[in-house]
């Protein structure tokens, strides 16, 4: 079984600049993820999508961060303008969504967008 | 709200010494918990988690952790270290619908040998 695609898996921009991320799921995952995860810490939850609806963004900066994923299938995350403290790592994840007899199904992640603000 | 805290940021064993890693966890409702292992450049591996069944879980490469209510904490332990171990180590916590999902700040676990 493929893997959690992303792409690019490097990007270096300037500061005020734009970038998106692309983040192709395992198929048939219905639930999917974006992370943040800054040099030295943990990964912070950013949106988390089920099919093609927003189910948590409470910790999306909404004035410059969007994402969407208008078919339920790939997502796109972009940052407009790019500010230095945004160069991270960005983390894609996904996962069957669905609790299955009560046991919570496990989030595949990608091997993640390195992202530098200079 | 969830919460988890990762007590050590950085912890160095000798190979085929005890690997402990601290986590304790908060949570307003009961916690679904998670550990997960990060190697250099590679994406997140789940390594075990805790869905309210068994209390001690057992995972992948010879990891296993223990579910404990009553001091809030799911620490992370392997009997006997390999230099292949060495890596990040993250904590992570959800309610038990799958949302909130949080992570700690990581365990550098370095094995000497």
């Known amino acids: 079984e493929a893997g959690v695609a992303q792409s690019p898996r490097y990007k270096i921009i300037e500061k005020r600049q734009s970038v998106a991320f692309w983040c192709n799921p395992i198929?048939?995952?219905?639930?999917l993820y974006w992370y943040q995860q800054i040099l030295g810490q943990g990964p912070k939850l950013l949106i988390q999508f089920q099919n093609n609806g927003v189910v948590d963004d409470s910790q999306l900066p909404k004035d410059r961060f969007s994402a969407e994923r208008l078919k339920g299938v790939d997502s796109t995350l972009k940052i407009q303008p790019a500010k230095l403290e945004d160069s991270a790592v960005y983390l894609c994840?996904?996962?069957?969504?669905?609790?299955?007899?009560?046991?919570?199904?496990?989030?595949?992640f990608g091997p993640g967008t390195r992202l530098l603000v200079l | 709200a969830q919460s988890v805290t990762q007590l050590g940021s950085h912890v160095s064993v000798s190979e085929g010494a005890l690997v402990l890693l601290r986590c304790n966890y908060s949570s307003s409702v009961p916690p679904y918990l998670f550990w997960y292992v990060q190697y250099p450049n590679q994406g997140l591996q789940l390594l075990l988690k805790?869905?309210?069944?068994?209390?001690l879980v057992k995972g992948i490469n010879g990891f296993e952790a223990e579910f404990k209510k009553s001091e809030t904490s799911f620490h992370l332990t392997k009997p006997s270290a390999h230099m292949s171990d060495a890596a990040e180590y993250f904590c992570?916590?959800?309610?038990?619908?799958?949302?909130?999902?949080?992570f700690g700040t990581g365990t550098s676990l370095t094995v000497i040998p």
């Open positions: 994840a996904s996962s069957y969504g669905e609790l299955a007899g009560g046991v919570l199904e496990t989030q595949y």
């Open positions: 992570a916590v959800s309610d038990n619908t799958g949302n909130q999902f949080y």
């Open positions: 198929s048939g995952h219905a639930t």
């Open positions: 805790y869905t309210s069944a068994a209390t």
